[in-house]
């Protein structure tokens, strides 16, 4: 049924529709990537609307704020999640000891072994991937489709699906607000992207993102390991 849906279809749709149409119409099982930052608890409500034991698949790193773990679980708590924590097969300590401080010094092989890898491993068997990606965080997101088409390493195909793709950051914010979903305590410091603690730091302008690895990337690679295919 996937590979004979007109995926342009869903750009025309609002997110709600979008939710609801790709779980009745696109190859199950689906999973869901969270971070449990906004744009992920706006997301993550639509989905539970629809399946709300849709697995939600969490990057445990290992450096991530306590803030962020709080978060996590209580929220895993209060709406029963089908929570799955992603680990990487060496622990921090084991890392660091073979390599030194990775997110020092290598950024990008941090993010390999300790979010790339555990994701790529994680995603094995789905075949609808939603996210709670926006093109306005980011020009490498910019011109992303609501659903795509996307390859794994392996050659696996899955369908990425991203139902707030368009929305911008205050309709993040609204939809929160409407539905009383308390956000991770983080942003009431200033924060505006939030990932690992040794990587994330408050936004020097504009840019929502520009507190993350010190302005040296744009991404950590768990967005782009994929190929896009039409």
């Known amino acids: 049924m996937t590979a004979q849906l007109d995926l342009s279809a869903f750009d025309a749709l609002p997110p709600e529709e979008i939710v609801r149409r790709a779980l009745a119409e696109l190859s199950a099982p689906a999973c869901f990537t969270c971070s449990f930052q906004a744009e992920d608890m706006a997301v993550l409500h639509l989905l539970r609307q629809v399946q709300p034991d849709i697995p939600v698949l969490f990057l445990e790193t290992g450096y991530h704020f306590p803030e962020t773990l709080s978060y996590r679980d209580r929220f895993a708590a209060k709406w029963n999640l089908n929570l799955r924590n992603l680990q990487a097969s060496m622990s ?6 073979q390599f030194g401080i990775l997110n020092q010094t290598d950024p990008t092989r941090c993010c390999d072994l300790r979010k790339v890898g555990p994701l790529w491993e994680g995603l094995r068997g789905y075949q609808t991937w939603f996210t709670g990606l926006r093109r306005e965080q980011s020009p490498t997101r910019a011109n992303m489709k609501m659903a795509e088409r996307h390859v794994l390493p392996t050659g696996e195909e ?3 699906v ?5 929305w911008k950051w205050n309709e993040v914010w609204a939809y929160l607000s409407i539905h009383e979903i308390e956000a991770l305590p ?3 410091q200033g924060y505006t992207s939030i990932g690992c603690a040794p990587c994330t730091a408050k936004p020097t302008g504009d840019d929502l993102r520009s507190g993350r690895w010190g302005g040296r990337k744009l991404e950590c690679g768990i967005h782009t390991f994929t190929e896009a295919r039409q």
């Open 158 to 160: 899955l369908v990425k």
């Open 162 to 166: 991203n139902p707030i793709a368009a």
């Open 186 to 188: 983080l942003y009431d």
């Open 92 to 97: 921090v300590a084991q890392q660091e000891s």
